[in-house]
């Protein structure tokens, strides 16, 4: 009787964890096809967007990131598999969709002869946003985004970085839980760069974010997760920082006082190869964290540690491995 209990324990738990995993899904791609012809623009791709992550989406062009985009947010249908927004399915609540999902295109179309103000209006209009509301919801990505010297001009008067953040505020007026940005920072020089990454991170506080890029810093600076597509598959879907540890080789640095000898270092179990790079600095390539056994063999032959470093696996590596097929 107690183990017919346990076991129903055991399966409610189990079924309560993956309804739980479920709800707390914004974004549910699942083998998804997208096909042109004979080409595989989406090969049968899988991944998943929790509330509240920013997912990088990476890979080369032509990868297929901006037709997934495309799919997510209703302007493309797709030839097999689902996606679904915060429990709706793109192509059978594809109203309910749009609402739930604010999207910043990769050529960030726009009404360049419209003043700032007036265009957030329309597009407020076009989400059935009406009267105090809408003037509040205006106001609030105006200030969001960091439009307010702006929002009396012509749109085709402002920079492209303003232009990118009248593209994000259009994306944001109808409050949507889930924001998609195709390639938000191109053709940005390094200062609007920084300042659209960080009108970014301001904005996704509480919301799930997509965001393609070419940009790995970006991903660096803003992503908990990262999605890599390469012809059309996924290649790579990870926590940003378990990508960082997955690969099994360890750099590390260290600068003694005085000239360094690299034979004791050659016994640690661990070490696959060591260079060095002045007379009191080295590099040692290991299998694991062999940063303790360094300072033990310091200290035995009473040597002074000026600095010891571990260099993170790049992630321009890890893209470029992964990618590379
Ligand atoms: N309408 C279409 N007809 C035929 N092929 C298409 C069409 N749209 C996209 N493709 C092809 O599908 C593939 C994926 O395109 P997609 O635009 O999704 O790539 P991407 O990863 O966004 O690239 P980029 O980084 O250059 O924007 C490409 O090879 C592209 O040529």
Not at 10 to 34: H, N, R
Not at 67 to 75: D, Q, R, S
Not at 229 to 246: H, M, R, Y
Request: proline share 3%.
């Amino acid at each position: 009787m107690i183990s017919i209990n346990i076991q129903n324990f055991y399966i409610f738990g189990k079924y309560f964890t993956k309804v739980y995993q479920y709800l707390s899904m914004s974004l549910i791609v699942k083998d998804l096809v997208k096909q042109y012809r004979e080409q595989f623009a989406v090969n049968h791709i899988s991944f998943e967007a929790k509330k509240g992550q920013i997912v990088g989406f990476l890979g080369p062009n032509g990868a297929g990131k901006s037709t997934t985009m495309k799919i997510a947010t209703c302007y493309l249908t797709p030839t097999s598999g689902t996606v679904e927004v915060c429990g709706y399915d793109v192509l059978t609540s594809s109203l309910e969709v749009r609402k739930k999902v604010g999207y910043l295109p990769e050529h960030n179309p726009l009404y360049l002869d419209m003043y700032v103000h007036e265009y957030l209006h329309f597009i407020g209009s076009l989400h059935q946003l009406k009267g105090v509301f809408r003037n509040e919801r205006v106001k609030k990505v105006i200030e969001l985004c960091g439009l307010g010297k702006e929002q009396h001009k012509k749109i085709g008067m402002l920079s492209k970085g303003y232009r990118q953040r009248v593209g994000l505020a259009q994306a944001l007026i109808h409050e949507p839980e889930v924001l998609i940005l195709d390639e938000p920072t191109s053709a940005l020089d390094p200062l609007q760069i920084i300042e659209i990454r960080n009108v970014i991170k301001e904005v996704s506080k509480e919301k799930t974010v997509l965001f393609s890029t070419h940009i790995l810093q970006e991903v660096k600076a803003l992503c908990d997760r990262v999605v890599i597509i390469n012809l059309g598959k996924i290649v790579k879907d990870s926590p940003l920082s378990d990508l960082q540890l997955q690969k099994d080789e360890v750099k590390i640095q260290i600068e003694l006082e005085g000239e360094i000898e690299i034979e004791p270092f050659k016994h640690i179990n661990a070490v696959i190869d060591i260079q060095k790079i002045s007379p009191n600095k080295l590099l040692i390539k290991a299998q694991t964290d062999i940063r303790p056994e360094i300072s033990k063999i310091a200290l035995e032959k009473g040597w002074l540690i000026l600095g010891m470093s571990k260099e993170e696996t790049s992630l321009e590596s890890i893209f470029q491995e992964a990618t590379s097929k």
